[in-house]
Structures are given as C-alpha cells and as structure tokens.
C-alpha cells in the first residue's frame, strides 16, 4: 500500500516562498500509471488543484497559480516537491499531496495534509 | 474551468435511509467523474472512479451513475460510519476541478 507523507514548515511570512515535500513510501514515484499531485482546501472551503508532475519531470500546473508555482521530482528520494512563490494570506490552507491514477485521473492515494498559514 | 455543482449542499438523514447526492458538470465529462468521501479532520478517500467504478475496499452500498454532465452517488442504506462530506471531481480536462461537497449529517 503506498503512503504519501507531507512535510514542510506550518508558518510562511507574506511575500516569501511556501516549500512542501512529499515522501512516497510502499511503491516507486517511477510507476508510469500515476501521476503525483498537489491539492490545498483552504479553511472550512472546497478542494482545489493545483498541479502535478510525471516521473519523467512533465508537468501540468493550475493557470491560476501557474506564474508562482513550480512543482519538482526527485525519483532518486521518491519525493516530488512544490514550491510556490510571493505568498498572501490566501495561500493559507491544508495542502495535500496525492497519487493521480493516469487513466480515470482519479486521486486514489493522498497524504494526511499539513496547514500552512501566511502570517508575519 | 469546468465547474462541478453538487446539490443539496447538505442534507440530514437517519441509519438505514437512502441517499442521493447530484453532481453537476458545466460541460460534457464523459465518464471522468469521481467521488470521495471526506471526514472533518482527513484527507479525502476516493469512493468511486470513472462514474460508476467501485474502488477497491469500498462497501457495496455506495454505487455511481450518470455520464455526459448529470451524474449521482447513492448510499442504500447509510450506516453511520458514512456521516460525512462527499465531494465530486472531474478528470475530463484539466484543470482537474472539485464541488464544494454534500455533507450528510445525522438527523
């Protein structure tokens, strides 16, 4: 059973960069029937998507964050990355991590979350 | 963006009653439709994929249908570990997008 782990700091200041890892365990982030993404929920709101990447490195990003998001993989670690710039107390959110099942495009493995809130 | 509407927004309901939850899309999806079922705390845990494709481990109360824009998650007989939000979401074109859920509460 694979398992996705989030990991990153809780609190980013205003205009700075939010940067969350997520460590895959129990299968490899080389599987070509997956992709791995990132979702956010902000506070008491629905879901939002926000990218993902393929092992080969491909990416496809949400265009409402595309120009301050970049999303990485690192196979050698089994992690993918996400980085996203000159942040605002909008950004403040759950973000998730998750297995994208390529065919259905369904999320068929998440992490548990981790809050990250935009505050000086 | 495709915009996925889900009705009701919540509704009550007792241990043993049948429910069913509408979801909407603003464009034809095809059969990208999948839902998940979202406890107060937790990540969301995929139910059903592909519309009507019951994903693995998930009881045989909870079934999908519907194809193009209209589509619907039943629960026969709702237990109450299935008090929760269920929440839609297409995989037709990115991007990928959600509805605000249906939260099933206990009446």
């Known amino acids: 059973q694979v398992q996705l782990q989030e990991s990153g700091p809780g609190l980013v200041k205003p205009s700075q960069t939010l940067s969350l890892t997520c460590t895959v365990s129990?299968?490899?982030?080389?599987?070509?029937?997956?992709?791995w993404s990132w979702i956010r929920q902000h506070p008491g709101k629905g879901l939002e998507w926000i990218g993902n990447?393929?092992?080969?490195?491909?990416?496809y990003y949400n265009p409402s964050l595309d120009s301050r998001l970049t999303i990485s993989i690192e196979t050698s670690k089994n992690q993918f990355s996400l980085k996203l710039t000159s942040v605002t107390a909008a950004d403040t959110a759950v973000y998730y991590c998750?297995?994208?099942?390529?065919?259905?495009?369904?999320?068929?493995?998440w992490g548990r979350g981790t809050l990250v809130t935009v505050s000086s | 963006d495709i915009q996925m509407t889900q009705s009701p927004s919540s509704l009550s309901a007792s241990v043993g009653d049948r429910v069913t939850i509408t979801c909407r899309a603003s464009?034809?999806?095809?059969?990208?439709l999948n839902w998940y079922q979202q406890k107060p705390g937790k990540a969301p845990k995929l139910l059903i994929y592909?519309?009507?494709t019951l994903q693995s481990g998930v009881p045989s109360r909870f079934s999908g249908g519907g194809s193009g824009t209209d589509f619907t998650l039943t629960i026969s007989s709702l237990q109450p570990e299935d008090f929760a939000t269920y929440i839609c979401?297409?995989?037709?074109?990115?991007?990928?997008?959600f509805g605000l859920g249906t939260t099933v509460e206990i009446k």
């Open positions: 979401q297409q995989g037709y074109r990115t991007p990928w997008t």
């Open positions: 464009q034809r999806i095809n059969s990208f």
């Open positions: 998750a297995r994208v099942e390529k065919k259905e495009i369904d999320f068929d493995q």
């Open positions: 592909a519309a009507s």
């Open positions: 990447i393929y092992y080969s490195g491909g990416t």
């Open positions: 129990g299968g490899s982030i080389r599987n070509g029937d997956y992709y």
